[in-house]
């Protein structure tokens, strides 16, 4: 359609003059993405699918509040919002951090304090009764869930995080619904419509044909993709647990519906949306069903159709993929731009981790040169625990380049961090051992996994204060790499494993929640007057990192961290070329000093350098340079002493 047919056709439908020529303008700007995507997609469908998606845009334009448009328009001239060193997020289960949303809002001096400006609180939309993944079977997209408060605590809160320039994250669960969902409870009643919103299939053909290439996501509880529904007499896709039912987005009105439940939840005042599970959300016979071109098309329709009505928000993918599939969720080539702001660096965790219990660097080295860029205009989600487990990305070429075999090192990892290996620090739990592939992922606290939990059990001084110095290396590297820092709730303190989940019957066939502990407010008040305690030492060691990140430019994520070939295993470091100067970060990754060659600092920074943390002059001129066990350098380039 001519540009001026759909102006004049629009125009009437606002009321505001300005308003409409916003709305024009910002559909002249990613109508043609939108557009082009969906016919990628979904073909001839694409032009009702349009005009329908025309109108969910425009109501949803209408009920966006002004505080709300005025922010869409503060972000527009601050794109790289995401990207610059201020942004420190925080991210904790709502019940477990403040028992409510409106308990959330007591706590906004805390976060505030921890210069916390990105807060995401995982699952909080109404999932199914009893088992619910954590929150990730959602039965009700607009409603909150129940005890937790209701959908006008949510937005309350939104405006008052807003206020205090701290951006709400929510999940949205893209890939599936739960099995009680309206949608679900609908196909089971048996309406063609509903069936039609999901995979399902009247016998085993099909299912089998697909399972040939699939793998396991959860082989312990929910083994199979497929589940017998006898109401819905049908195999069900279902990826993860057998409530979970995979959505079909090769119907289009299962893009309708999220494009209009995703402004109804930006309307609300949530900015950054975390797409759950985003990798499996098309399905492709003879392949894994991730990482689908079709996947990248929907992120890109449903983002430009998002940032014609509310340009603020964000998209974060949560692709827990390999490296060359990863890159795609930040955009390549034609989608460079256009799909997610941010992307979790899963990586980089599984490294951090990888090198802490080898005491040697060369693979994390290795894997970082073979990462491929990223887009400029993105950044990554730095992490050093969240509230999955941790599966052992490390692909067999990395570790081959580095002379260490792929099935072997990923089992030396298990055995590591589940305790069973000679000598490990670490204190963590088997999660869905596969033995069909030899897999098996861990769950543990931050503080647990790096040995805490085992020196305070032995009362032994000198591992505690390893474990406390391990800590706060993995902090430094992810608050270093110029991503979005993720402090998982609790770390900020190295709260130690939680066992009483098995305690409780929702809780227990999933160990992930020994790393989901409630908040312990008493110790986060204590840790003031009691400086030497282990959360103490954690504590003020992480603020300190995040005061440093905070005042230093070059961590923009726009700049690239690249791995320099250090002669020394033990020690990895990481280049970023700002033009305000070279930042170079040094890691020891062991608990011996290190006497390192000076001139290889000096070699990347010049003669001068000022360490970033404590902000005082770093001297090049000895010609060894002793790193202290685990010791973290963040050094900037000085054309002169300071
Ligand atoms: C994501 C979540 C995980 C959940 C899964 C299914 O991977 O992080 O906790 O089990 O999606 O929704």
Redesign the pocket.
């Known amino acids: 359609m001519l540009k001026t047919d759909l102006a004049a056709r629009l125009r009437p439908a606002f009321d505001d003059d300005r308003d409409a020529e916003t709305f024009l303008l910002r559909l002249e700007r990613y109508g043609a993405d939108l557009e082009g995507s969906l016919r990628a997609v979904y073909g001839d469908a694409t032009d009702t699918l349009m005009a329908e998606l025309l109108e969910v845009l425009i109501h949803a334009h209408h009920t966006r509040a002004p505080d709300l448009k005025r922010l869409d328009e503060a972000r527009l001239l601050r794109p790289d919002w995401l990207q610059v060193p201020e942004m420190i997020g925080y991210v904790a289960y709502t019940d477990r951090f403040a028992g409510t949303l409106r308990g959330v809002q007591e706590r906004l001096d805390y976060l505030e304090g921890l210069g916390v400006k990105y807060l995401h609180l995982m699952p909080l939309l109404k999932p199914r009764e009893g088992e619910n ?2 929150g ?1 079977a959602v039965q009700d997209y607009r409603a909150v869930r129940p005890d937790l408060g209701d959908m006008d605590d949510l937005s309350a809160l939104a405006f008052k995080l807003r206020g205090r320039g701290i951006s709400l994250v929510l999940d949205l ?1 893209l890939n599936h619904v739960a099995r009680e969902h309206e949608w679900a409870e609908k196909a089971r009643a048996g309406d063609p419509v509903y069936r039609d919103y999901f995979h399902i299939y009247p016998d085993r053909t099909q299912p089998d044909a697909y399972e040939r290439t699939l793998p396991e996501v959860f082989p312990d509880f929910a083994p199979g993709n497929f589940t017998w529904d006898t109401e819905t007499s049908g195999w069900v896709w279902t990826t ?1 647990n057998s409530y ?1 039912w995979d959505l079909n987005w090769g119907n289009p009105a299962v893009f309708r519906e999220f494009t209009d439940l995703i402004l109804h939840l930006a309307n609300r005042g949530v900015e950054v949306f975390r797409l ?2 985003i990798a499996f959300m098309w399905k492709r016979l003879g392949t894994a069903s991730q990482n689908q071109p079709e996947v990248h098309h929907l992120t890109r329709a449903l983002r430009a159709a998002i940032r014609i009505v509310a340009p603020a928000v964000a998209f974060k993918a ?1 692709a ?1 993929v390999a490296p060359a599939d990863l890159i795609h969720y930040l955009g390549t080539r034609d989608h460079h731009g256009k799909v997610s702001d941010m992307a979790y660096q899963n990586s980089l965790m599984v490294q951090i981790w990888s090198s802490l219990a080898s005491r040697d660097t060369r693979l994390f080295e290795t894997a970082l040169l073979a990462f491929p860029p990223k887009p400029t205009n993105t950044t990554w989600g730095m992490y050093v625990r969240c ?2 487990d941790i599966g052992w990305a490390i692909s067999d070429e990395d570790a081959g380049r580095v002379s260490l075999s792929g099935p072997g090192h990923r089992h030396f990892l298990s055995d590591f961090y589940s305790g069973e290996h000679p000598g490990s620090f670490a204190r963590g739990l088997v999660f869905q051992h596969n033995p069909a592939t030899g897999d098996r992922r861990i769950s543990g606290s931050a503080a647990s996994l790096a040995g805490l939990e085992a020196a305070l059990d032995a009362g032994h001084a000198e591992w505690t204060d390893h474990a406390v110095r391990r800590l706060l290396l993995a902090h430094a590297v992810t608050l270093g790499f110029g991503g979005v820092p993720l402090l998982y709730m609790g770390d900020e303190l190295a709260l130690l494993n939680d066992y009483t989940f098995a305690q409780d019957p929702a809780h227990a066939p999933d160990n992930r929640w020994v790393h989901r502990p409630k908040m312990d407010w008493a110790l986060a008040e204590a840790v003031q007057d009691n400086p030497a305690t282990p959360a103490a030492r954690v504590n003020t060691g992480i603020r300190a990192l995040i005061a440093a990140r905070q005042r230093t430019p070059h961590l923009h994520a726009s700049i690239e961290s690249r791995a320099v070939p250090s002669p020394d295993s033990r020690v990895l470091l990481l280049r970023r070329d700002h033009p305000l100067g070279v930042m170079l970060c040094v890691y020891n990754f062991s608990e011996h000093e290190v006497a390192f060659p000076t001139y290889l600092l000096r070699d990347q920074l010049g003669e001068h350098a000022i360490d970033a943390v404590a902000g005082t002059h770093f001297t090049l001129q000895r010609a060894t340079t002793r790193l202290a066990p685990f010791r973290a350098l963040w050094l900037l380039q000085a054309e002169v002493l300071p």
């Open positions: 993944d954590g990730y669960v993860f979970q759950d599970a949560e827990i509230h999955d």
